[in-house]
T-cell receptor, first 114, second 117 residues
Framework: DSGVTQTPKHLITATGQRVTLRCSPRSGDLSVYWYQQSLDQGLQFLIQYYNGEERAKGNILERFSAQQFPDLHSELNLSSLELGDSALYFC?????????????FGEGSWLTVV | AQKVTQAQTEISVVEKEDVTLDCVYETRDTTYYLFWYKQPPSGELVFLIRRNSFDEQNEISGRYSWNFQKSTSSFNFTITASQVVDSAVYFCALTPKAGAGSYQLTFGKGTKLSVIP
């Protein structure tokens, strides 16, 4: 158990809909990351937050957004969903924002868009 | 740009055999970090090891060992006396120490290891 908690674990929704994925980082970790794992693209970095502020952006679509709240939990919002958004979405956390900190991943949220 | 190549897509071994998973990386950064993660069939990503680019000492943890060779840009992972529970997809990842991209892991495509009883 990495200590990173993600909900829901599984989600099935229709095209065009909007979903929110939730993440609680490990106790004491200030940095939260979101990654997407799909069959064709592999594991891709989406976005990072550190202590409530956006720190880095990767290959995140404009239809997707995220935020980190004062209690440090984070949410990833996916809107106008398409079939291609079906993937495993990981949240991860680390103590600080510096690279080299070990990044611990949650169990992921399986999103299926039908 | 950074790149991580795991040329072995799938490997099958019989239980108790040793197996080495290859990882070759490309980076222009002089200092960076390398990681290995394990993804069992249940889906979670489990951290295995982190290595600094300036530390080329090999590391052993139980049945796991890692061979880091900066000269060949490789960070290979060996499992000794494999067990069925080792069956998983293993990912190698890279991040620069500083500068653009230093907050994101660049992953390889992964190697699926099947250990047959």
């Amino acid at each position: 158990d990495s200590g990173v908690t993600q909900t829901p674990k599984h989600l099935i929704t229709a095209t065009g809909q909007r979903v929110t994925l939730r993440c609680s980082p490990r106790s004491g970790d200030l940095s939260v990351y979101w990654y997407q794992q799909s069959l064709d693209q592999g594991l891709q970095f989406l976005i990072q937050y550190y202590n409530g502020e956006e720190r880095a952006k990767g290959n995140i679509l404009e239809r997707f957004s995220a935020q980190q709240f004062p209690d440090l939990h984070s949410e990833l919002n996916l809107s106008s969903l398409e079939l291609g958004d079906s993937a495993l979405y990981f949240c991860a956390s680390s103590v600080a924002s510096d690279s080299g900190n070990t990044i611990y991943f949650g169990e992921g949220s399986w999103l299926t868009v039908v | 740009a950074q790149k991580v190549t795991q040329a072995q897509t799938e490997i099958s071994v019989v239980e108790k055999e040793d197996v080495t998973l290859d990882c070759v990386y490309e980076t222009r950064d002089t200092t960076y970090y390398l990681f290995w993660y394990k993804q069992p069939p249940s889906g979670e990503l489990v951290f295995l090891i982190r290595r600094n680019s300036f530390d080329e000492q090999n590391e052993i943890s139980g049945r796991y060992s890692w061979n880091f060779q900066k000269s060949t840009s490789s960070f290979n992972f060996t499992i000794t006396a494999s067990q069925v529970v080792d069956s998983a997809v293993y990912f190698c990842a890279l991040t620069p120490k500083a500068g653009a991209g230093s907050y994101q892991l660049t992953f390889g495509k992964g190697t699926k290891l099947s250990v047959i009883p």
